[in-house]
């Protein structure tokens, strides 16, 4: 089974912080996803890759930046936590660009910014 | 532009009665759907997907979802609820291409005895 690891499952961090998420997959996947999950919102997408070293905006990228420097991890970096940025944050990853593909989810970091 | 609006946010059943998830989209071209499943301290899975083959798509764990074009909708269905049932449920599009994929806001099943 593909198995997409987060590093922290809780995180708190005091506001101006600089934090960093990491993300690992382990089946070769070309394609990684971070999203952001709050209630009610549903997710929303922050930064996706879909190769070592090249990145994409998402929906909501701002105060956000990612890192992939090796095809299995995907960091995602806070460069000074605010308190609007406390949430639940999902890596994910798939193998393909196709609109059919389906995405593998990690079991996400609680993040709290105080 | 491509959206999904999930129109309960919480739903309740007993075991072993029916449950309804209901799921409206909107997109421009024919659409990409997928079910995806959340359980508690658990990444999300995929439960099901439409991708034009056929309108009744069936998925894991005895779950089920019709694509119906001319009421936009793709509601989740399963005959009977179990107790290991009780997740969150998110319906979601894909948009665009490097599977930019749009959740729905999610509807939290509640499984009762």
């Known amino acids: 089974d593909v198995k997409v690891t987060q590093s922290s499952r809780y995180l708190v961090k005091r506001t101006g912080e600089k934090v960093f998420l990491e993300c690992v997959q382990d089946?070769?996947?070309?394609?990684m996803f971070w999203y952001r999950q709050d209630p009610g919102l549903g997710l929303r997408l922050i930064y996706f890759?879909?190769?070592?070293?090249?990145?994409e905006k998402g929906d909501i990228p701002e105060g956000y930046s990612v890192s992939r420097e090796k095809k299995e991890r995907f960091s995602l970096i806070l460069e000074s936590a605010s308190t609007n940025q406390t949430s639940m944050y999902l890596c994910?990853?798939?193998?393909?660009?196709?609109?059919?593909?389906?995405?593998?989810f990690g079991s996400g970091t609680q993040l709290s910014v105080l | 532009a491509q959206s999904v609006t999930q129109l309960d946010s919480h739903v309740s059943v007993s075991e072993g009665t029916p449950v309804l998830l209901r799921c409206n989209y909107s997109?421009?071209?024919?659409?990409?759907l997928f079910w995806y499943v959340q359980h508690p301290n658990k990444g999300l899975q995929l439960l099901l997907k439409?991708?034009?083959?056929?309108?009744l798509v069936k998925g894991i764990n005895g779950f089920e979802a019709e694509f119906k074009k001319s009421e936009t909708s793709f509601h989740l269905t399963k005959p009977s609820a179990h107790m290991s049932d009780a997740a969150e449920y998110f319906c979601?599009?894909?948009?665009?291409?490097?599977?930019?994929?749009?959740f729905g806001a999610g509807t939290r099943l509640a499984v009762h005895p």
């Open positions: 994910a990853s798939s193998a393909d660009t196709g609109r059919n593909e389906k995405l593998f």
């Open positions: 089946m070769d996947h070309e394609n």
């Open positions: 890759s879909y190769d070592v070293k090249m990145k």
């Open positions: 997109s421009s071209y024919s659409p990409s």
């Open positions: 439409y991708t034009s083959a056929a309108t």
């Open positions: 979601v599009v894909v948009s665009g291409g490097y599977n930019k994929l749009i």
